[in-house]
């Protein structure tokens, strides 16, 4: 199978020749990294300043939209704490995170599992894929209450909501890029004696390599949304809790800065997934423009 890796990798050398930008990458990613700092940060500026504006010259009420201070306020007190404390952010962040990373690796895993077999067989196919719809098209928040009964408040059933939302964008996203590979690298692969393995691995893979991250982009945001949720049915830990909690003594404040955290951890894991996507695939078109 050598000769069919060298004849793929130089095809793949050939395609990623042929699209490389006139402009040199590194100027161009640093001044459209640059633009879109300076678009955030003006973005947020403006927002905090019509939010501000809002709550004093409108009259609006804190139990309603308090004012960013409050929010500062609120969101400084659990951050300048000892990260083992009990008052602060740290314990329920980092059990909310361990759960939906979980739940992440299940889901997306299999997601990716059973769209490859889909991917590889009609009968497959046409034997999950009515099935993997059907689940999707339920209420999470309607069988939430199901799988806690099933698997207790403990972290079981925040691991199950997380994975079960992650299964399916993997799921479609693996089999739809699987499945759009051009057939004359599969013909390819076949003149050469390639087994089906082969062909997975060299030339069906790396091409569906941008769908699925596209599909890990969704899901790790809801596998993070899952946890929550499994959070809010009955938790000991979590930021889930925390806003709970929080709602049950009409903390307004304290409810949005753990929205401003969830929020912030949402970027941050979007962040990672779309780093770990341009250095695996450096091929593709994903993000240029």
């Known amino acids: 199978m050598s000769q069919a890796q060298t004849i793929v990798a130089d095809s793949v050398s050939i395609e990623k020749a042929a699209s490389k930008p006139k402009v040199p990458a590194g100027k161009k990613q640093e001044s459209r990294g640059v633009n879109g700092t300076l678009v955030t940060l003006i973005g947020l500026a403006i927002l905090f300043t019509g939010w501000s504006l809002a709550v004093k010259y ?4 804190t139990y309603i939209l308090p004012a960013p201070s409050a929010v500062w306020n609120a969101l400084w007190s659990g ?14 962040l980092w059990g909310t995170l361990k759960n ?11 997601g990716l599992l059973l769209g490859s077999l889909m991917a590889e067989s009609r009968l497959i196919e046409k034997l999950i894929m009515p099935y993997a719809f059907a689940l999707q098209s339920l209420p999470k ?20 909501i997380s994975s079960l939302l992650a299964f399916f964008p993997m799921l479609i996203n693996s089999f739809t890029g699987l499945r759009a590979v ?10 050469l004696s390639a087994s089906r393995f082969e062909t997975y691995r060299i030339v069906k893979l790396p091409n569906a390599a941008p769908y699925i991250f596209a599909g890990l982009d969704m899901a790790v945001v809801y596998a993070l949304l899952g946890t ?19 709602q049950a003594v009409t903390d307004v404040a304290g409810v949005f800065a753990a929205l401003v955290i969830l929020g912030a951890m949402g970027i941050l894991l979007h962040g990672i997934v779309r780093g770990l996507e341009a250095r695996i695939v450096h091929w593709g078109d994903r993000g240029r423009k």
């Open 228 to 246: 929550i949720v499994a959070e809010f049915l009955g938790a000991q830990q979590g930021m889930g809790v925390v806003i709970t909690q929080a």
């Open 79 to 92: 951050i300048a704490v000892s990260p083992s404390s009990p008052l602060g952010y740290y314990l329920p």
């Open 58 to 61: 409108l009259n609006v009420p």
């Open 182 to 191: 051009e057939p004359e690298r599969v013909d390819l692969m076949r003149s």
């Open 100 to 110: 939906a990373a979980l739940g992440l690796a299940i889901g997306s895993g299999l």
């Open 141 to 160: 928040v309607a069988i939430a209450p199901l799988v806690v009964i099933w698997f207790g408040f403990g972290d079981g059933s925040k691991i199950a």
